[in-house]
């Protein structure tokens, strides 16, 4: 009998718990009776009583797994870690706010058993806040113009994943890691399956700007080259134009035809220089860029 292991993160979600708990079982207790699974739940350092839950959960039902983080990794981290920590034939990743319908699950497992490696939830349509879910869309669409790779639009991570991919995703090692970057390189062709997103059923949120702020920054610095390239031309183009300045100011001085306050000269040429550190910088950030995609790529892709 295949085993599908659903992951699922949790920060400060005690009154989502039991819910969740309760709707995948169904699940699989009515419509994928033929399959074992497993819930794990890794939380990250909840401070209500997430925890308390979840060891309840595990000590009555011998399906439930969980991983209790020392610390807050912070969402990405902790996330990733999660996944790769699942021991089925696939895995679905599956938030505890059930803002993504866990009965989608059995929509997941019907493309897998097709042969399809990664099974992404996408969603065409949101319960959300109008303008979270404006500014998301507006986030997929400026990667997807300044990255060098397509990036998956409305994709949260929600979905499934063969055991190779999470094989895969073990062996990287990423210690910043950015799920949908790595979805959208290892696996272009992915099943997308829509549907459209709920309002989150108990609680409030935790995942507040900052950390979308943080998800996105994590995007943009681990799969764009173009804010750094952006950065080498307004340096060079700062230094160029200083220069030209400071050479002007010179000569135009030299032969007393402007008599230019004293300093004048000497703060142009200080701005050349603030322009050619801000060019060497540039490149030293776009070597760097090019370092970490050789050791990502050296010996796992």
Same mark, same amino acid.
């Given at each position: ?50 925890? *308390? $839950?979840?060891?309840?959960?595990? &000590? /009555? ?6 991983? =209790?983080?020392?610390? #807050? ?53 949101s319960k959300e ?19 060098e790779i397509q ?39 992915? *099943? $997308?399956?829509?549907?459209?997103? &709920? /309002? ?6 935790? =995942?507040?700007?900052? #950390? ?90």
């Amino acid at each position: 009998m295949k085993v599908i292991t659903i992951v699922i993160p949790t920060y400060n979600e005690e009154e989502n718990i039991d819910f969740i708990y309760k709707r995948v079982s169904n699940v699989f207790q009515t419509e994928l009776d033929d399959y074992g699974y497993q819930i794990m739940f890794i939380d990250n350092c909840s401070k209500d009583r997430s925890r *308390k $839950k979840i060891k309840a959960l595990a &000590e /009555k039902d011998e399906h439930v797994q969980y991983i =209790f983080n020392v610390r #807050n990794f912070g969402f990405s981290k902790s996330t990733f870690y999660g996944l790769t920590q699942a021991e089925g034939d696939a895995a679905v990743l599956l938030y505890a706010d059930m803002q993504d319908p866990p009965e989608m699950i059995v929509r997941f497992v019907r493309e897998w058993e097709q042969g399809t490696r990664v099974v992404a939830g996408i969603k065409n349509a949101s319960k959300e806040n109008p303008f979270l879910y404006f500014v998301r869309q507006s986030f997929y669409r400026l990667m997807n113009r300044i990255a060098e790779i397509q990036h998956i639009e409305q994709f949260t991570g929600f979905g499934l994943y063969d055991r190779e991919v999470i094989k895969i995703f073990r062996e990287l090692k990423d210690p910043l890691p950015y799920l949908r970057g790595m979805v959208a390189e290892l696996a272009p062709e992915c *099943k $997308k399956v829509y549907y459209e997103q &709920e /309002k989150r059923a108990y609680g409030k949120s935790s =995942f507040h700007f900052k #950390n979308l702020y943080d998800v996105a920054m994590l995007g943009i610095t681990s799969y764009s080259r173009s804010l750094m390239r952006i950065a080498v031309m307004t340096g060079f183009l700062i230094a160029a134009c200083s220069l030209f300045l400071a050479v002007v100011t010179f000569f135009l001085k030299i032969f007393r035809i402007i008599d230019y306050p004293i300093g004048i000269a000497a703060s142009i040429f200080g701005i050349f220089s603030l322009g050619v550190y801000s060019f060497c910088l540039s490149e030293c950030s776009e070597n760097i860029f090019r370092i970490s995609i050789f050791v990502r790529w050296d010996g796992h892709w």
